[in-house]
């Protein structure tokens, strides 16, 4: 089962890593420029907006040691593009997926108001799609469980700077090898 607190990890990564760019919404947004991002080392790609940062927070003094691998990419409207890889050092009961998911969600949106949580695959693999809201604006992904790991993609966005089209570029081009 996953522990609550990893939201809590989490949110406060991307709190002390987001940026305040300023903009305008009486200005166009510039044209992304995306580049897909291939770790070999861990397995994946998936397409940014521009080269990621990185970071990796580890707790294993809780009840369920694990590893958090970040990858995230900001465009100057305040949108996040993020990638958590979850890694435990323990195993992880995946003898249903789709429950691990739901209980992941759930835990992810602790914080903050559950709008959407959607059973999805994901290729081969089961997954949630869901949309937090927030004080400050939304969550919006999709949780992908691959063997023990947990893949969060998500993009985080003030209400008024929502780009479907770049959502679901990100979250589509997602592919694990």
Request: hydrophobic content about 35%; charged content about 20%; aromatic content about 16%.
């Amino acid at each position: 089962m996953v522990v609550g607190i990893l939201s809590s990890i989490v949110l406060a990564a991307l709190s002390n890593t987001s940026g305040s760019a300023s903009s305008s919404s009486e200005l166009p947004a510039p044209e992304i420029v995306w580049t897909t991002y291939n770790s070999a080392d861990e397995g994946f790609s998936i397409d940014f907006p521009s080269l990621p940062a990185t970071d990796v927070m580890e707790d294993y003094a809780g009840s369920l040691p694990f590893r958090i691998k970040m990858w995230f990419s900001y465009e100057d409207n305040d949108n996040v593009f993020s990638v958590y890889k979850y890694e435990f050092s323990q195993p992880v009961d995946v003898s249903s997926p789709e429950t691990e998911l739901s209980e992941y969600v759930q835990s992810y949106a602790r914080d903050g108001k559950l709008l959407r949580s959607t059973p999805i695959q994901h290729g081969i693999y089961p997954a949630v799609d869901f949309l937090i809201q927030y004080d400050d604006g939304f969550f919006k992904g999709r949780a992908v469980l691959v063997e023990e790991e947990i893949y969060n993609l998500q993009l985080s966005y003030p209400e008024e700077f929502y780009n479907d089209e770049n959502y679901s570029r990100f979250i589509n081009s997602f592919e694990v090898h």
